[in-house]
Nanobody, 125 residues
Framework: QVQLVESGGGLVQAGGSLRLSCAASGRTFNSYAMGWFRQAQGKEREFVAAISWRGGSTYYADSVKGRFTISRDNAQNTVFLQMNSLKPEDTAVYYC??????????????????WGKGTLVTVSS
């Protein structure tokens, strides 16, 4: 069992930055690829970024490529999402996810093994 707790969301002006964190419980954090997803009001949940078990490979949605960076610290059981140059359309609840099937699976699926409860990011214009 893995429990995921996101933090770092909030209100920011367009062009600003936020750093989201996702703390994972359990001793097998490095057995899971990790991902960030988001869901805007009235829209389906969508993939944002994924990272491989040891952080060697990263994947991004086209809409965030060049602005967002995913990273992980396996010693701290934490995955991060650095978000720069934020836009109003980035406003959403951001969810952390963990799955042992790899970052490629995370990138193209939504039935993750574990989900966090989400953190709200609001970008004002």
């Amino acid at each position: 069992q893995v429990q995921l707790v996101e933090s770092g969301g909030g209100l920011v002006q367009a062009g600003g930055s936020l750093r989201l964190s996702c703390a994972a419980s359990g001793r097998t954090f490095n057995s899971y690829a990790m991902g960030w997803f988001r869901q805007a009001q009235g829209k389906e949940r969508e993939f944002v970024a994924a990272i491989s078990w040891r952080g060697g490979s990263t994947y991004y949605a086209d809409s965030v490529k060049g602005r967002f960076t995913i990273s992980r610290d396996n010693a701290q059981n934490t995955v991060f999402l650095q978000m720069n140059s934020l836009k109003p359309e980035d406003t959403a609840v951001y969810y952390c996810a963990a799955d042992p099937r790899g970052p490629g699976f995370v990138q193209y699926n939504t039935d993750m093994a574990y989900w966090g409860k989400g953190t709200l990011v609001t970008v004002s214009s």
